[in-house]
């Protein structure tokens, strides 16, 4: 099996047995599903093939830029669809409102199936070629099935797919676009994962599935690369990003810490997770100090379908995200995050769905608590397109006041019913 030199082996985050990348298993045997493994690599050889001086040369745009830090072999070829290099927007009018000095947008709405899980997804494409498989399997609760559809239409491979019947019509819309054999499951996300599992073992399919695949993280940390890169090796002081399996926040740490190691930093940010109250089982288990692995699942419910986990399975690693960086957990309420949606495109022109909204409102709910200062360096981590979500974003808009009206077609009604900003 091909992979990449660099990687040393697979610790399991509970009991922090090694296993060789070559054993082609995703979680520990001992732990079961919980026993999420993390990708460890010999940082003084990758340090031989990468640095800060061949980057700022480097002509490759896309997440590919960093590949000797990724779980991949050298020659294992990408999805040809660009991956990664979004832009990182400087909000100026957004800071002002918020009271902050300088706030960026890590716009990820960007992203080719418009969502931060293409840059897991590819991976995946790529470790399943690697592995030799031919078909690719994920249970989602829309992006990363989204994600994982258009890598696969764009390298050419087979995927199927098990979304819970509630993903929004959007998402499905993608699916089937993208050419995925699309399963509608009667039940919960964890429903559908649970069978996903089922199906890929029986079948033999790769299995991509978030906060099991400990490759996914692998590939979400390049977000954090970018982030760096594009502030000239600055590292900002607070990171906001929505948090449903942890998957990303996980990502995100790993991607710090790989720089520190690297040298390329000599900081952290603080990591900020942000859960809609509706399903908030990290900012529970945070307050109730109890044990992270056995803390109880909770009945998720909110309008941020991508954030809505009763059970993170990424959630030992979102846990060390947030505590070995000193960041917080905060919780915000499902008309916070919508009427985010309005606040965020109309003053900085990025477009959010839901899920990648919450960043925002998590901004807000700190400046309340007094967990961030006017002279922080900010960034917002947007993780999914607002095209995904039409309704949602009607639901904000309204909260908001934003309303289209309906007129006859004569100047006059245009003139009585005009602002007088516009006038
Ligand atoms: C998946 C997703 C998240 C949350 O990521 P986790 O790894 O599940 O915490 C946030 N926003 C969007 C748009 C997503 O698709
Ligand atoms: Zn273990």
């Excluded at 989602?140 to 994600?147: D, E, K, Q």
């Excluded at 239409?153 to 993903?167: D, Q, R, T």
Aim: glycine share 8%; hydrophobic share 40%; aromatic share 6%.
């Amino acid at each position: 099996m091909k992979t990449s030199k660099f990687i040393t082996g697979l610790r399991c985050t509970i009991c922090d047995r090694m296993y060789a990348p070559t054993e082609n298993i995703f979680t520990c045997p001992e732990h079961g599903n919980e026993g999420i493994l993390d990708v460890e690599y010999d940082y003084s050889a990758i340090a031989n093939e990468i640095s800060k001086s061949s980057l700022a040369k480097s002509r490759d745009f896309t997440q590919w830029r960093y590949t000797p830090l990724l779980p991949v072999h050298p020659e294992t070829a990408p999805p040809p669809i660009p991956v990664g290099w979004t832009p990182l927007v400087k909000a100026d009018r957004l800071a002002e409102i918020c009271g902050i000095n300088t706030l960026h947008l890590k716009d990820d709405t960007r992203q080719p199936t418009g969502s931060l899980k293409d840059r897991a997804s590819a991976v995946a494409v790529m470790k399943a070629k690697e592995t030799g498989a031919t078909v690719i399997t994920t249970a989602s609760t829309g992006n990363a099935a989204a994600a994982l559809s258009g890598m696969c239409a764009s390298a050419g491979m087979e995927c199927v797919i098990f979304v819970p019947k509630s993903a929004p019509p959007a998402k499905i819309a993608q699916l089937l676009a993208y050419g995925a054999h699309v399963y509608l499951v009667d039940g919960t996300y964890d429903q559908a994962f649970a069978l996903c599992l089922e199906a890929s073992a029986h079948f033999g399919w790769y299995n991509r599935n978030t906060g099991y695949n400990p490759y996914m993280a692998e590939g979400k940390k390049t977000a954090a690369f970018e982030i760096c890169e594009q502030l000239g090796w600055q590292v900002p002081d607070q990171i906001y990003v929505g948090v449903g399996d942890g998957c990303i926040i996980s990502g995100l740490h790993k991607g710090f810490k790989d720089m520190l190691k690297l040298g390329w930093i000599d900081s952290m940010p603080r990591l900020m997770g942000v859960q809609a109250a509706g399903s908030d089982y990290m900012y529970r288990a945070a307050a109730s100090g109890e044990d992270i692995v056995t803390y109880p699942p909770i009945n998720a419910a909110t309008v941020a379908d991508s954030i809505s986990a009763g059970l993170p399975r990424d959630r030992i690693k979102a846990a060390r995200a947030v505590n070995e960086t000193n960041g917080a957990w905060l919780r915000v309420e499902d008309e916070a995050i919508l009427a985010a949606i309005p606040l965020l495109a109309a003053s900085s022109g990025v477009f959010a769905e839901p899920a990648a909204a919450a960043s925002l409102a998590g901004l807000n709910e700190a400046k309340r608590l007094k967990l961030v200062r006017p002279e922080d360096s900010v960034v917002l981590l947007i993780t999914g397109n607002g095209l995904k979500d039409v309704a949602s974003t009607m639901k904000g808009c309204a909260l908001s006041h934003k309303e289209a009206m309906t007129i006859s077609p004569k100047l006059a009604d245009v003139r009585d019913k005009l602002p007088s900003s516009l006038h």
